[in-house]
T-cell receptor, first 116, second 117 residues
Framework: AQTVTQSQPEMSVQEAETVTLSCTYDTSENNYYLFWYKQPPSRQMILVIRQEAYKQQNATENRFSVNFQKAAKSFSLKISDSQLGDTAMYFCAFLIAGAGSYQLTFGKGTKLSVIP | NAGVMQNPRHLVRRRGQEARLRCSPVKGHSHVYWYRQLPEEGLKFMVYLQKENIIDESGMPKERFSAEFPKEGPSILRIQQVVRGDSAAYFC???????????????FGNGTRLTVT
């Protein structure tokens, strides 16, 4: 079974600053995918960024980037130039790669507040 | 371009009543997944359905919970004789296919918040 741990229940950051959210996971699988989802107060789950485990290059999507350390089983999210609209819960999620794999395993989330 | 539609957005039930949660997937998506989010928790997988078929219900409580995805109409998650512990946000997601979710990620609805009084 896979587990995903987000050790920071809450974080805050000043607008325009940079913040890093932590995520670690445990698995015996070698091929898998990792995701960060954002859940604003509207409750909608929005995919922020994704990473394939066999790719060494860290994924980047505009102001969002990840630091993927496969050996350490770590997958942190960096948000640069934080904006008020980034205020949300952020969930790290894991998916085994391969046919027939469809269950996402989520962490408990980190509540991020961006302060004006 | 409608996404996954869930209704109602909020549902209040007294203990012992039935709760019915509806989910209309993205047009063209034939795979539906239900997840539950308990307070202070991440989402947990409940059930995976295709049209008229339950593929995997390993995350569903053994009693009182059922799900269906009929040939016509939305997917329904049904909870009979609700108890306070059923209070949670229930999310539906859909995809075009069941695998390669990396390339075809899940589309989530806004969830239904069930409160049992």
């Amino acid at each position: 079974a896979q587990t995903v741990t987000q050790s920071q229940p809450e974080m805050s950051v000043q607008e325009a600053e940079t913040v890093t959210l932590s995520c670690t996971y445990d698995t015996s699988e070698n091929n898998y995918y990792l995701f960060w989802y954002k859940q604003p107060p509207s409750r909608q789950m929005i995919l922020v960024i994704r990473q394939e485990a066999y790719k060494q290059q860290n994924a980047t999507e505009n102001r969002f980037s990840v630091n993927f350390q496969k050996a350490a089983k770590s997958f942190s999210l960096k948000i640069s130039d934080s904006q008020l609209g980034d205020t949300a819960m952020y969930f790290c999620a894991f998916l085994i790669a391969g046919a027939g794999s469809y269950q996402l395993t989520f962490g408990k989330g980190t509540k991020l507040s961006v302060i004006p | 371009n409608a996404g996954v539609m869930q209704n109602p957005r909020h549902l209040v039930r007294r203990r012992g009543q039935e709760a019915r949660l509806r989910c209309s997937p993205v047009k063209g998506h034939s795979h539906v997944y239900w997840y539950r989010q308990l307070p202070e928790e991440g989402l947990k997988f409940m059930v995976y359905l295709q049209k008229e078929n339950i593929i995997d219900e390993s995350g569903m409580p053994k009693e009182r919970f059922s799900a269906e995805f009929p040939k016509e109409g939305p997917s329904i998650l049904r909870i009979q004789q609700v108890v306070r512990g059923d209070s949670a946000a229930y999310f539906c997601a859909s995809s075009r296919r069941e695998d390669r979710l990396y390339n075809s990620p899940l589309h989530f609805g806004n969830g239904t918040r069930l409160t049992v009084t």
